[in-house]
C-alpha cells in the first residue's frame, strides 16, 4: 500500500512551525498546503511547502515547511497534498485528529549578590540563565527511519563535505571553476 503523504517531523519554536514532508509522486505538478488552526480554533490559515529532493528509489518526495505563527498562536495543523485533480491528507492518522502543538516557551531567571569587603567597598553581580522548550515530533513507521536518518547524516557530512569541495577548482581547469557533476568518479581521499 502507497502512503500518499505523510510527515515526518516538525518543530515550533519562536513562532515558527516547520518541519518536513515525505510524499509519494503521482505527478510532476502538485501543490502541498500546511493547514492550521490558531488558539481560538478558527482554521483560516496555511503556508505551502516547497519541494526538497527527489524522487528517490521508491518515488518518494521530500518537502520541507516553515510557517510564520502570529499572535493568535497555533494548536494543530494537518498536510494537504493536491496532484492530479485529487486532495490526499496527512492529519496524522484520522479526520479530527491532527498535528497538535504546544506553545513554545522561555523561561529567564536572574540571581543578583552583593558582598562587601573589610574596606568598605561592595561588589554587585548579577547572573542570568535562559531556557527555551519547543515542541517537535518524529513520526515514525512510514519508510523504515527515523533517528537513524539523523544518525546517518552525521556520519555523512565529512565525505560530503570532501566530494564537495575537491569539485571547487579541480586541478587543471580555471580558477573560479565549479564542477557540478565530474564525468570520472572522484578517487578516494582516504
Do not use: R
Not at 527555551?132 to 513507521?141: C, D, H, K, R, W
Request: charged share 5%.
Amino acid at each position: 500500500m502507497v502512503t500518499e503523504v505523510q510527515v515526518t517531523s516538525y518543530t515550533y519554536s519562536n513562532s515558527v512551525l516547520s518541519g518536513t514532508i515525505t510524499l509519494y509522486n503521482n505527478a510532476y505538478s502538485k501543490t502541498v498546503t500546511v493547514n492550521y488552526d490558531d488558539l481560538s480554533g478558527s482554521w483560516s490559515y496555511s503556508c505551502a511547502a516547497a519541494y526538497s529532493s527527489g524522487p528517490n528509489s521508491t518515488n518518494y518526495e521530500f518537502w520541507t515547511f516553515s510557517c510564520p505563527i502570529g499572535s493568535a498562536g497555533i494548536s494543530q495543523f494537518y498536510v494537504a497534498y493536491t496532484v492530479s485533480g485529487t486532495t490526499y491528507y496527512d492529519n496524522n492518522g484520522g479526520y479530527g485528529v491532527n498535528y497538535k502543538v504546544t506553545t513554545s516557551s522561555t523561561t529567564s531567571t536572574s540571581t543578583t549578590s552583593s558582598s562587601t569587603s573589610a574596606t568598605g567597598t561592595t561588589t554587585t553581580s548579577t547572573s542570568s540563565t535562559s531556557s527555551v522548550s519547543s515542541s517537535t515530533a518524529t513520526p515514525t513507521g512510514l519508510y523504515g527511519f527515523g533517528s537513524d536518518i539523523s544518525t546517518w547524516l552525521v556520519s555523512a557530512i565529512p565525505t560530503a563535505q570532501t566530494l564537495m569541495l575537491a569539485n571547487i577548482h579541480p586541478t587543471g581547469t580555471s580558477a573560479g571553476v565549479v564542477v557540478a557533476a565530474p564525468s570520472v568518479q572522484p578517487i578516494s581521499q582516504n
